[in-house]
């Protein structure tokens, strides 16, 4: 079995490299017409240069595995502001993709928590379609086909669980299919658990992002090595090895935060289960310390008797 590591978004380890620097619609207000189309285009380009940096980061540790920023172009989806990103960055958009599609990088999004499906709110809803066609813009713009998933929650359950599924996957038909293609579902901590996320996968068709974390914080009634099973099965219409989230308490009081670094013995139990599966599988690591965590987590997984580290991030367990 061979386990791949990644990070998301920022690598702290790099100076001043946050892809995500912003512009509010208070100070874009502010600002007059000329001014408002600069500032446009002088925060992309630093998010798409910073973007750039950490690919090359990532490519110089042998990280295979990279989430994009969902917040690379300021105001994306702003109904007063929602402008041409792709145009004015051709060459910016396909560099990124091109380091991707050459060095066979998986890459995903990860839209905010608003994203979502079952709300009763047509608005809420037509936005979760706006939003998610913003993240398969910036795709398109890379020219990435492959190794691109875009990942969000069910959502709230607003006081009945049955009906707001049922709302889900109806919801779910607003949004376009080349979309939903590249779709992935992830269970959280306190709604939806791992079953029920595993469920609404299954009848709609979509790769399953477990999250061990968010598991331990919301139990399901089947045990974990039943699920995994078919959780892994729901990758099978897709050509990319099962991903999961992996991160830690930050402490008891604060289980549902995230440590600083994954605590090893924390996670044992889980790849333990994976390791009696034997396939391969990748982890996405989502600690406050990033890439830091991430090559921690490979150098203290590595010293364990059966796991050889094989690359920069990538382990092989025997």
Not at 39 to 54: A, P
Not at 223 to 229: F, M, V
Not at 288 to 301: C, N, T
Not at 307 to 318: L, P, T, Y
Request: hydrophobic share 40%; net charge neutral.
């Amino acid at each position: 079995m061979k386990i791949r590591f990644g990070y998301v978004s920022t690598a702290i380890t790099l100076w001043d490299a946050s892809p995500a620097k912003t512009l509010t619609f208070t100070r874009y207000q502010q600002l007059g017409e000329q001014e408002r189309k600069d500032k446009l285009l002088e925060v992309t380009k630093q998010n798409l240069n910073h973007t750039l940096r950490m690919l090359y980061f990532n490519l110089a540790h042998e990280i295979e595995l990279y989430r994009f920023s969902s917040s690379i172009v300021p105001l994306a989806t702003h109904p007063e502001v929602r402008w041409d990103f792709v145009t004015p960055f051709k060459s910016e958009w396909r560099e990124i993709g091109d380091l991707v599609k050459i060095n066979k990088l998986r890459t995903s999004f990860h839209p905010n928590q608003f994203t979502l499906f079952t709300s009763p709110s047509k608005k809420i809803t037509d936005n979760a379609v706006i939003d998610m066609e913003y993240h398969y813009q910036m795709f398109e713009a890379m020219g990435v086909r492959n190794n691109r998933a875009i990942n969000i929650h069910i959502g709230g359950a607003y006081g009945d669980k049955i009906e707001t599924i049922k709302r889900f996957h109806k919801n779910l038909k607003k949004l376009p299919f080349p979309i939903k293609e590249v779709m992935t579902l992830e269970n959280d901590d306190k709604t939806y658990n791992a079953e029920e996320t595993l469920i609404a996968c299954e009848k709609e068709t979509i790769p399953f992002v477990f999250d061990y974390h968010h598991h331990m914080a919301n139990l399901c009634e089947t045990p974990l090595e039943e699920l995994i099973p078919r959780i892994f099965a729901t990758w099978s219409h897709v050509d990319q090895h099962p991903k999961v989230h992996v991160s830690s308490p930050r402490n008891e009081k604060e289980y549902r935060a995230h440590a600083e670094l994954v605590d090893l013995e924390f996670i044992m139990p889980f790849v333990k289960i994976l390791r009696e599966y034997g396939e391969d599988i990748d982890f996405m690591i989502e600690a406050k310390s990033k890439d830091q965590a991430l090559l921690r987590l490979v150098e203290d997984m590595s010293k364990l008797r059966g796991f050889k580290r094989i690359s920069g991030a990538a382990i092989e367990v025997k």
